[in-house]
């Protein structure tokens, strides 16, 4: 509908006929018509009507208003105020027309205040239009997309797109659409002409109103946005002023501004002199021209690569111009005009040499970080050279978790088909310490290397440091590939448990985590793979499973164990049996154990008998064995139903009959700790690092990739509290859900489960 077919009209009083249009509608009418109406409208200006339409309206019928009801609107003034939800609220906003030509007046770029949350947030306008479809001829609502800036960024609710449909680019959670009436102008004078035009000086600098910055004020960096320029001096709206205070203003000279921005810290300055060849050689022996550098810049650390050292005229530190992996620079390798090497914009920073320590991700890499995998033979060397006492960090708590895992380039970097072993090696030890054991426990000779590699090179970083470099795990799949277990230890997918074998049986002769007691026998194994003989159970918890394969089998567990490894039923990696399996959070073992006292199901005190028979019966609890004292046995089996029923005895220690003292019946519980998940041939994993329902971290080795086929795997962790509100719903909402409906990376918890991780919590270091 366009505004040479169509006048538009908003009601700004309610009519008396007909009823059920309200103060606020907008109307329209066809043009030519209008202009049939006007010598009507000359002889009754007072009561001339007009046969108008309801914008927005499913009735096709036109409505006789009065003219002196209504007041005209532009075709730009009716997209602002159809982004206004209600009639009320677009008429109020009509009458303040100082808002709405101020509104129109906003174009793309401009830097702006929109209000958010009760906040007021600093943004640039990167979208101006509909953000939904319209039918043929209507006209739409008109939003402002705006870009967060500074201090703001993160504090938005998209990324930023609407219905899959992506309308700019920007960071995650820092796009927010508007309509106009929350949105101002960061500066009122910008709209006016009054505004002074770039200079010259100003448009060889490229910098432009609502361009991010970077300023320097007694050699501090700091932040703001450009309001205007004029000659040699520009004007900045600043992130925060000398006493911390947000939102103020501040005129810079030209030459100490620079476009785009990096994160503010003590360190970090701009080089403004000519570069002098660098003479390192007492100084900083370790870091030159190429090395693969990390600096710490506010409270995150940043890495890159040197491509300049120098000091500068009038300064006694020496200089390193870095090409960082983001972009967090401030240009391309350009500072006012004089250029010290080149690279993408906004990767280049200027930092004290002093500032800069290796990459602890590439420390012993060249500075390509797609550089091949080195050498068995030198990795062994390597760690020949690091021998000496094994020292052990303990796992990550709750309270680390935020600040050394969570994030891009975080865990453990995957690497040609490595990504079962990444997820099984982060299971075990990036949060848990139920095995850290096989870490320090001595070991044959030949075998020493692979348990310092895992210890130096792949838990402790990942411990300390939050991330594990792909090559060192490639180093450890050479190393078992070098001993025989497997010849494609360094080019095929395996299985976890294969894995998990290997490294805990034959090279460090772990102790079998799980004893299992059938028919007087104890059998011994690490993982447990759950059987069923039927599939009776339509939405299992982990618990049921346990419990049916282990009667199915007519198993016991011999004793309590440290860790249970369990893995889910599956025909092959591909079929599962169940399409949702609920994960139990704590595993009751009581009744699964030969020995010990356990309770009678229905009345709590000592079980004497338990019955097989009963177990298969729908009347009782859907978990645990079926076990009673012996009143109860008799009254269960009074039933005709249950009469042919057969109990056995349970085994309880003559001692514990012999005793005259109350006997204190306490149940062996597990807790869940990690989760390994497949799907279409991809280990993932996720971890309960805390008490709290919402203490779940999701982990991808190779989330994204950085490069063509010479390029490398960038591996994530990012929280996924949304794992934990599903688990507090109950059976019926769970099997209820849709899994591709499921919010964020939950249905893949729930629905491609592999491997389930238990620990005793007793039974854990460093408690």
Request: aromatic letters at 8%; one cysteine or more.
């Amino acid at each position: 509908m366009t505004s040479t077919n169509y006048l538009y009209f908003i009601v700004k009083t309610k009519p008396q006929f007909p009823g059920h249009i309200n103060a606020g509608q907008i109307c329209y009418i066809k043009e030519s018509i209008y202009n049939k109406k006007k010598t009507v409208r000359e002889r009754s200006p007072s009561s001339a009507k007009l046969p108008v339409f309801l914008l927005g309206s499913i009735s096709s019928l036109d409505y006789e208003i009065e003219v002196s009801n209504m007041d005209r609107l532009s075709a730009q003034e009716v997209e602002l105020l159809l982004a206004l939800p209600e009639d009320e609220e677009r008429l109020t906003w009509f009458r303040e027309r100082e808002a709405l030509q101020t509104a129109l007046g906003l174009t793309l770029g401009s830097p702006v205040i929109v209000e958010e949350g009760g906040e007021k947030l600093r943004g640039i306008i990167r979208y101006i239009g509909p953000i939904t479809e319209t039918p043929l001829d209507l006209i739409s609502g008109k939003f402002f997309g705006i870009e967060l800036q500074g201090e703001d960024r993160g504090n938005g609710h998209t990324d930023v797109s609407y219905r899959n449909t992506t309308f700019f680019p920007c960071e995650k959670y820092s796009g927010i659409f508007a309509a106009f009436s929350r949105v101002r102008p960061a500066v009122p004078s910008s709209l006016s002409p009054s505004v002074p035009k770039h200079s010259a000086q100003t448009e060889a600098e490229g910098l432009n109103v609502g361009d991010r910055v970077t300023y320097f004020i007694d050699e501090k960096c700091r932040h703001g946005m450009v309001l205007y320029l004029q000659g040699d001096s520009v004007k900045i709206s600043t992130d925060k002023d000398e006493s911390g205070k947000r939102g103020g203003e501040v005129e810079v000279p030209l030459h100490e501004v620079v476009k785009g921005e990096v994160p503010a810290e003590p360190e970090s300055m701009v080089v403004d002199s000519p570069p002098e060849e660098p003479d390192t050689e007492d100084l900083y022996t370790d870091l030159s021209v190429n090395s693969v550098v990390e600096v710490t810049l506010g409270d995150r650390n940043s890495y890159g690569i040197i491509r300049w050292i120098g000091t500068p005229l009038g300064r006694q530190e020496i200089m390193a111009g870095l090409e960082l992996e983001e972009d967090k620079g401030v240009s391309d390798g350009t500072i006012f005009s004089e250029r010290f090497f080149r690279c993408p914009n906004k990767r280049a920073l200027f930092v004290k040499l002093q500032s800069c320590r290796p990459d602890s991700r590439f420390q012993s890499a060249s500075a390509d970080p797609c550089n091949k995998m080195p050498k068995l033979e030198e990795t062994e060397r390597e760690t020949e050279h690091s021998a000496g006492k094994l020292e052990t960090v303990p796992p990550i708590s709750t309270e680390q978790v935020k600040h050394i895992l969570i994030g891009r380039m975080k865990g453990i970097q995957g690497h040609c088909n490595s990504c079962y072993m990444d997820a099984a090696l982060f299971s075990l030890f990036s949060c848990s310490s139920v095995l850290d054991s096989m870490l320090f426990k001595s070991t044959e000779p030949q075998d020493a290397p692979i348990q310092r590699t895992l210890l130096q090179d792949i838990v402790n970083p990942l411990r300390s440091k939050g991330f594990v470099e792909g090559r060192h795990i490639m180093k450890l799949r050479q190393q078992l590939q070098k001993h025989g277990y497997s010849h494609s230890f360094t080019t095929d997918e395996k299985d976890p448990e294969e894995f998990l074998t290997v490294i805990m049986h034959h090279i460090l002769a772990l102790d079998p985590l799980l004893k299992l007691s059938t028919g007087g026998k104890v059998q011994e194994s690490y993982c447990y793979q759950i059987f069923l003989d039927q599939n009776r159970l339509l939405l299992p918890t982990v618990q049921q499973l346990l419990e049916h394969s282990f009667h199915t089998a007519a198993l016991k567990l011999a004793e309590a164990p440290s860790c249970l490894i369990l893995q889910m039923p599956r025909f092959g990696k591909k079929f599962k049996m169940f399409d949702k399996i609920i994960p139990s959070l704590e595993l009751d073992i009581t009744d699964l154990l030969c020995e010990g006292l356990q309770q009678c199901m229905l009345c709590g005190d000592l079980a004497e008998l338990e019955c097989s028979d009963c177990f298969k019966e729908s009347l009782f609890s859907h978990t645990g064995f079926k076990i009673f004292c012996g009143k109860c046995s008799t009254q269960v089996h009074s039933h005709p139903q249950r009469r042919s029923h057969q109990p056995t005895a349970l085994d309880i220690p003559k001692a514990y009959l012999a005793s005259s003292k109350p006997h204190t019946l306490i149940r062996d519980k597990l807790e869940l700790f990690a989760v390994l998940c497949i799907e279409t041939s991809h280990y993932v994993s996720f971890i309960k690092h805390g008490p709290n329902s919402n203490d779940w971290i999701f982990f991808d080795s190779m989330a994204d990739r950085q490069g063509e086929s010479d390029g490398f795997n960038i591996p994530e962790v990012h929280a996924c509290p949304e794992v934990g509100t599903y688990l507090e719903m109950s059976i019926a909402e769970l099997a209820n859900q849709v899994p591709r409906d499921m919010k964020g990376v939950a249905k893949r918890l729930f629905c491609d489960a592999y491997m389930y991780l238990y620990q005793s919590p007793s039974m854990c270091l460093y408690r």
